[in-house]
T-cell receptor
Framework: QQQVKQSPQSLIVQKGGISIINCAYENTAFDYFPWYQQFPGKGPALLIAIRPDVSEKKEGRFTISFNKSAKQFSLHIMDSQPGDSATYFCAASTDSWGKLQFGAGTQVVVTP | DAGVTQSPTHLIKTRGQQVTLRCSPKSGHDTVSWYQQALGQGPQFIFQYYEEEERQRGNFPDRFSGHQFPNYSSELNVNALLLGDSALYLC??????????????FGPGTRLTVL
């Protein structure tokens, strides 16, 4: 049973465009929502994370929007670059150092 | 500052064999978690070790076992390997702090192929 549902499975965006990835969760005990970026053959690398007491967090070109009532959160990649081409995973946990429940991943391709 | 390291990088085993994977956490971290990532899927939590004890466990059979050493490094052991155990095994480390401000950092993984 997948506790975190992620969409879309893949997306193609032109250089300079905006990539948007959505995630939904059911467990209201989740208190920590990170996003990871993974390149082929590498381990996931933390991009940005948010807690449910804020509705938005921005770090550089990456922004998380969080809707606690809808139990949804999303990642926006602004001014997408070819180097952003990777697989992105949303995740959720009841604490920042505990068990992470991952979404299925979104493969992002940024075309020149 | 060394990040999370894992060994070996790649491993090929045959069905029924046993395998041991190793992980050294990020400097200053005291908690190690192991994840299994099948091709094209998100990582699945296997278990977590803290203070040399298994703190949490995911839905994996007893064939999967682990250990944490006093220096916080960890091993993942898988017995009676099945073809379905072929995956990228990821180690993540973190620090248990009262502030809850830390997060999990992943290593590069060990690619296990079972033939």
């Amino acid at each position: 049973q997948q506790q975190v549902k992620q969409s879309p499975q893949s997306l193609i965006v032109q250089k300079g465009g905006i990539s948007i990835i959505n995630c939904a969760y059911e467990n209201t005990a989740f208190d920590y929502f990170p996003w990871y970026q993974q390149f082929p053959g590498k381990g996931p690398a933390l991009l940005i994370a948010i807690r449910p007491d804020v509705s938005e967090k921005k770090e550089g070109r990456f922004t998380i929007s969080f809707n606690k009532s809808a139990k949804q959160f999303s990642l926006h990649i602004m001014d997408s670059q070819p180097g952003d081409s990777a697989t992105y995973f949303c995740a959720a946990s009841t604490d920042s150092w505990g068990k992470l429940q991952f979404g299925a991943g979104t493969q992002v391709v940024v075309t020149p | 500052d060394a990040g999370v390291t894992q060994s070996p990088t790649h491993l090929i085993k045959t069905r029924g064999q046993q395998v041991t994977l190793r992980c050294s956490p990020k400097s200053g971290h005291d908690t190690v978690s192991w994840y299994q990532q099948a091709l094209g899927q998100g990582p699945q939590f296997i278990f977590q070790y803290y203070e040399e004890e298994e703190r949490q466990r995911g839905n994996f059979p007893d064939r999967f076992s682990g250990h944490q050493f006093p220096n916080y490094s960890s091993e993942l052991n898988v017995n009676a390997l099945l073809l379905g155990d072929s995956a990228l095994y990821l180690c993540a480390s973190s620090l248990v702090l009262g502030l809850g401000t830390d997060t999990q950092y992943f290593g590069p993984g060990t690619r296990l192929t079972v033939l």
